[in-house]
């Protein structure tokens, strides 16, 4: 029967899952190059990111003279340069000036669109994991697959397909002379937060988390008042026209006790413990 296969994680998580410059960064790639989800994105930073310490390492070895370490430099750059990422004679210099837009760019997903086979990058993705796709002949379904300098030429429309015919409905229609597709930058949605019922927001008097009164007060209650939760406000504003109105009943906020209330107040007499006599 053989061994049971175990297969690791290729990507490495975020340390902190809740950081807000990080998350808008990954909903703008995940949106811009159709991926599934975020491991897509982290599984391309972690490519990324084991290219620039296998870079960092070499430098430090290749200042020794290490033989060893000149023939590993040639095979990552070997690597790198029949993957697109870098041209032909490039440096260690230029590995670790790589960016995660110059990886993503290199999926068959994102070419699959970018030469015209479909209307939208998510289509692209439709159109490979269907099988619709092929290169050199070959048919490929795996949209995240780093394609090799030389096969952007060879990508096709897998033959015997219906959607091979540009004439099919599933098809883009482009005009004759259009520019060539280009992938959209996404804009975050900015959501605004709401005011409270009632009328204009006003801070209320002493105290926290008391009823709301008045015009005061960040608090539930009838119109009039802020919003959330506040202590007593003061009196509503007088009326225009500098005319002197009472205010009506029940809206002054109670005053303190005063130093009769104190006074009545019973000294803490001690308590006897247990019930014994002396």
């Not at 084991?50 to 000149?70: I, P, V």
Request: glycine share 18%; aromatic share 6%; charged share 25%.
């Amino acid at each position: 029967m053989g061994d049971p296969k175990f297969p690791r994680r290729k990507f490495a998580t975020p340390f902190h899952p809740w950081k807000a410059d990080r998350i808008t960064e990954e909903n703008a790639l995940q949106h811009k190059y159709g991926l599934k989800n975020k491991k897509e994105v982290w599984r391309v930073k972690s490519h990324l990111r084991s290219y620039r310490n296998q870079a960092r390492e070499l430098l430090a070895k290749n200042r020794t003279g290490d033989a060893q370490a000149g023939k590993e430099t040639q095979q990552l750059l070997g690597k790198l340069a029949r993957l697109g990422l870098l041209q032909e004679g490039a440096t260690l210099d230029d590995v670790l000036a790589l960016n995660i837009d110059q990886v993503l760019g290199r999926r068959l997903q994102t070419l699959v669109y970018l030469r015209g086979f479909t209307g939208s990058i998510n289509q692209a993705r439709q159109f490979i994991a269907h099988g619709h796709v092929a290169i050199n002949g070959n048919r490929v379904n795996v949209p995240g697959y780093y394609v090799k300098r030389g096969e952007e030429e060879v990508i096709a429309i897998t033959e015997g397909r219906p959607v091979a015919d540009e004439g099919h409905p599933a098809r883009p229609k482009r005009v004759e002379g259009a520019p060539a597709p280009r992938l959209k930058e996404y804009k975050p949605r900015t959501v605004e937060m709401g005011r409270g019922r009632g009328g204009p927001p006003g801070r209320g008097g002493p105290g926290g988390r008391g009823p709301p009164r008045g015009g005061g007060g960040f608090g539930r209650g009838p119109p009039g008042g802020g919003y959330g939760r506040g202590g007593p406000g003061g009196p509503p504003p007088a009326p225009a026209g500098g005319t002197d109105v009472a205010p009506p009943p029940g809206s002054v906020p109670e005053t303190p006790r005063g130093e009769e209330a104190h006074k009545k107040k019973k000294p803490n007499e001690p308590r006897i413990q247990g019930g014994g006599a002396f």
